[in-house]
């Protein structure tokens, strides 16, 4: 399944299949880490300023270490180098080393973990499924990318299960909040509209980048708490992340919506060109 992955682990690359990390790290007992997945596109990570700054407050946020970029950079250049791969994802994780098997640490030094592989590229268009758990925006890790993503993988599979590509979550206050990978911004009469980091979600480097570059263009794009039912109206949707940058949603669950919708095809256009322009905005 990951024959195409290249796997860089503290140092070396490894064989994808072979074990390379310690049982008793703590990223694998208890998901103490944080991650970072990038766009690849012909070789080159997207982003990559912004996403080391993420990966720096996530890992604050855990109250572990601040992370040696130096050894992010050397995993980054060697999962790379060589490879040309067109489209694809490089993910890197840092987690808290070796630790005892519950939940409180011990003084190990952090794991580097970096990947790349070639990625489907996304679909023009698809349908996203509303699942009936939330986001608590009020957690110690709200707005931490860590490597405690279970929650979303049980979304995500009940979301493929109904046909979706994406599972939408509302927050405790039943907010709009976002997809299990994904941020979600909604066009109600003419106005794109997404939700505000304070429900929880994640400050995602595509829809960051989004609403810079709408706005740079004129358009009018606002952060605004939103009821999980404007999804029930909306004239259109659209998720942006790292792999499907801006992705039009032509249904949430039974309700089918044009895909894309003018807004749409206007951020998706504006985020393509602009990040054609340029690898590392
Ligand atoms: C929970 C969550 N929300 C949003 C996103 C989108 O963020 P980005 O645009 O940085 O990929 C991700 C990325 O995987 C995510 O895990």
């Known amino acids: 399944m990951n024959d195409d992955v290249r796997v860089w682990v503290d140092g070396a690359l490894v064989e994808p299949a072979q074990p390379a990390i310690a049982a008793l790290d703590h990223g694998v007992t208890v998901g103490d880490g944080v991650f970072e997945t990038c ?127 994406e599972a939408v979550l509302a927050n405790t206050r039943g907010e709009l909040c976002e997809g299990t990978g994904s941020n979600i911004f909604v066009v109600v009469d003419g106005e794109l509209l997404t939700p505000p980091l304070e429900s929880g979600c994640l400050a995602g480097i595509t829809r960051e980048l989004t609403l810079e570059w709408c706005r740079a263009e004129g358009m009018t794009v606002r952060e605004e708490a939103l009821p999980l039912s404007v999804l029930d109206t909306a004239d259109e949707v659209f998720l942006t992340s790292s792999t499907k940058d801006v992705l039009p949603i ?31 905005p």
């Open 39 to 165: 766009k690849v596109v012909d070789g080159q990570g997207f982003a990559l300023t912004r996403h080391a700054r993420r990966l720096d407050r996530s890992l604050a946020g855990l109250g572990l270490p601040a992370a040696d970029h130096a050894v992010i950079a050397e995993g980054i250049a060697a999962v790379l180098s060589g490879t040309a791969i067109p489209f694809g994802r490089l993910r890197y994780s840092v987690t808290g080393g070796a630790g005892p098997l519950g939940s409180d640490r011990s003084d190990s030094s952090l794991t580097y973990i970096v990947t790349a592989g070639p990625q489907r590229l996304p679909p023009a268009h698809a349908k996203v499924v509303v699942v009936p758990w939330t986001r608590n925006e009020r957690s110690a890790t709200a707005g931490l990318k860590t490597t405690s993503y279970a929650e979303n993988v049980v979304a995500l599979a009940r979301a493929k299960e109904r046909g979706g590509i």
């Open 250 to 280: 032509s249904a949430v669950d039974d309700r089918s919506i044009p895909a894309p919708g003018p807004v749409t095809a206007r951020a998706a256009a504006v985020f393509a060109r602009m990040s054609k322009e340029r690898t590392d």
